[in-house]
């Protein structure tokens, strides 16, 4: 006769247990079968009870999760409201003792007429009841919800655009990371006051506080780092609204009063922004959404809003007056060591070489001319994570700086096709190489000079990191003028071992670049081709506004090309001046094709340069000089 037992044991060897093992009874009338399993990540403990003489088999399904002593009562109202009003088969039940969660249920089975499917329809039950149920017990049991606003959010379903957290202290990022933000811990201390009177808390002492606010920074999107570290300050809940979301946002009044106090994360996007005619639609009805929460703020179930942008003024008027998000806080940019260190972090120091993890500000100075902001440095993290397991070796800071030249495309490193070529794109990056360190009076050494092609170009010099940050903040006439003579190095260097008729076309994007450097100097800048001289300092300070007029268009074409002519016969005679150095640099290329920055300084040591701007007048009060 074939028992209940029997069919467990048929059910656990199709589902792979070679040997099953069930313990029975001394009468052979009661068993139980243990075993485990995971699904979508989550790991359970179950057992199958039999009591054969009552035909009866029972699932007790455990989650490994426990819930702390001090949430115990308010989970098990959530499990006495899930059991009365949501389930369907079985029930939970959560362990006074040690705080497990167990979802129960059993079935009335006839062996001689069962299968092992029936025992799959079971753990289904158990396993689907689990993770529906979680959202709303994890709100409760971890997120610090209380169970009428958990039980709330679950029934108006805002789980499906809303994430929630709780943050605690040893997860959410140091105020350290946020250079800058003493003005937002000092709000964070005002909410923790106000938020510890509870209901007796007024309307205007909350208006004081400011439960709406803007933060403007240089990445909007990194503002949620940020409001998760004041969620932990604040020991609320945080509840993040995608920026897609927030035009399905639920009634003010009602949901998110019932999570409350909850602090809302909005994300930045197009919503902050007003479009015309119908492209607006959607942003329209996503701002009304958010007007919507901030007019019905309760300062008895506060929920304090959250949200970034560049600029306050870039916010629509009506979401910037009182009563809405009239507290805006100013970050600081993000410093080069901090940018560095992060992007370490990212990366995995473990992964990276002395010249890259003891030279932070370094890295945060590369980092900041090509791969701004968080997505951008995560999307170079993972490249150098990629490399790193390409070369099976740590990264070097010049691995970096390859990145910085080539941007995140893979392909293979080849070399250039034919003799001819190869020689003439060595001969032109040296050109940029040696201006690039005569000209500053070698404080402009080139991170990088490379003869490999890729798929924007043949060769490639790559400016010093710190001499080329050092003026991002004011960009002076010297900077100016270093600029363009950097690109019309490779062009006279062409000329000098080719001459005249033998300079290529492959000059162009050089010629494009100083070109439009020149232009924007003396249409919009107010520098002079003359400007080093008393009388040229103020001979070009009316500046262009709008489109320029034909005249304007004319004089402005007169001095870029005076000027151009200029320096190009300026940089033609440093080169020739120090032509040991040029040599030196383009015979280097065509044995190694790649030369770091220390390379470079071994050459200039090696033939003794003297360094020598090409015009020294220009540099007795020169400071820093540009990107190029």
């Not at 702390?68 to 009003?85: E, G, H, K």
């Not at 805002?158 to 000092?186: L, M, N, T, Y």
């Not at 495309?409 to 794109?425: Q, T």
């Amino acid at each position: 006769m074939t028992t209940i037992a029997d069919l467990i044991l048929d059910w656990a060897r199709k589902d792979g247990c070679s040997d099953p093992q069930i313990e029975l009874s001394d009468d052979r009338q009661h068993a139980q079968y243990a075993f485990s399993l995971s699904r979508n990540d989550v790991a359970y403990k179950a057992w199958f009870d039999v009591d054969e003489q009552a035909g009866l088999l029972v699932l007790s399904l455990y989650s490994i999760e426990k819930v702390q002593p001090s949430r115990r009562d308010a989970v098990a109202q959530v499990l006495t409201w899930l059991n009365d009003c949501k389930l369907k088969v079985g029930n939970f039940e959560l362990s006074a003792e040690h705080g497990q969660l167990k979802f129960r249920a059993g079935i009335l089975v006839e062996a001689d007429h069962a299968a092992p499917p029936m025992l799959d329809t079971l753990l289904e039950n158990g396993l689907t009841a689990f993770e529906q149920s979680m959202p709303v017990i994890r709100a409760v049991a971890t997120a610090g919800f209380s169970p009428a606003a958990a039980m709330m959010a679950a029934e108006e379903d805002c789980a499906d655009f809303v994430v929630v957290e709780k943050v605690d202290d040893g997860v959410a990022p140091p105020w350290s990371r946020f250079e800058g933000s003493g003005v937002i811990q000092a709000w964070a201390s005002q909410m923790r006051d106000v938020l510890a009177l509870g209901e007796a808390a007024s309307a205007e002492r909350w208006q004081l506080v400011g439960p709406a606010v803007l933060i403007e920074h240089e990445y909007p999107r990194a503002a949620l780092e940020l409001a998760r570290r004041i969620a932990a300050d604040c020991n609320l809940p945080l509840g993040i609204v995608g920026a897609d979301e927030i035009a399905n946002l639920p009634d003010a009044e009602g949901t998110f009063e019932r999570m409350a106090p909850v602090l809302l994360y909005l994300e930045p996007g197009d919503w902050q922004q007003e479009k015309e005619g119908d492209k607006d639609e959607a942003g329209a009805t996503a701002r009304a959404k958010v007007l919507a929460l901030l007019s019905a703020f309760n300062p008895a179930h506060p929920v304090i809003c959250v949200t970034a942008l560049r600029s306050a003024n870039d916010l629509p008027n009506p979401l910037r007056r009182r009563g809405n998000f009239d507290r805006r806080f100013a970050l600081p940019p993000v410093a080069p060591s901090l940018a560095g260190e992060l992007f370490l972090d990212l990366v995995g120091r473990e992964r990276c070489a002395s010249s890259m993890a003891d030279n932070a500000a370094k890295v945060g100075k590369l980092l900041s001319r090509e791969f701004e902001g968080p997505e951008g440095r995560r999307l170079a993290a993972l490249r150098m994570q990629r490399l790193h397991v390409n070369l099976g070796r740590p990264l070097e800071f010049l691995d970096l700086v390859e990145m910085d030249a080539n941007g995140l495309s893979e392909g293979d490193k080849k070399d250039l096709d034919g003799e001819s070529l190869r020689k003439r794109v060595a001969w032109h990056e040296a050109g940029h190489a040696a201006v690039s360190i005569l000209d500053s009076e070698g404080r402009d050494v080139p991170e990088f000079v490379s003869i490999f092609p890729c798929a924007s170009y043949f060769g490639v010099v790559v400016s010093s990191v710190n001499f080329n940050f050092a003026c991002q903040d004011t960009y002076t006439y010297a900077d100016f003028c270093h600029s363009v003579r950097v690109s019309l190095g490779g062009r006279a260097a062409e000329e000098l071992l080719f001459g005249r008729a033998g300079v290529s076309s492959g000059c162009r994007s050089d010629l494009e670049r100083c070109t439009r450097l020149a232009n924007d100097a003396f249409a919009f800048w107010g520098f002079a081709p003359d400007m080093d001289t008393e009388s040229g300092n103020a001979g070009n300070l009316a500046i262009i506004f709008g489109t320029p007029s034909p005249s304007e268009y004319a004089h402005v074409e007169r001095l870029v090309r005076e000027f151009l002519a200029e320096q190009y016969r300026l940089v033609k005679n440093l080169l020739q001046a120090n032509r040991a150095l040029l040599d030196e640099i383009y015979g280097r290329l065509m044995t190694s094709a790649v030369l770091d920055q220390g390379d470079m300084e071994s050459i200039c040591r090696s033939v003794n340069t003297s360094y020598r701007a090409a015009d020294s007048r220009l540099l007795d009060t020169a400071e820093s000089v540009p990107a190029q």
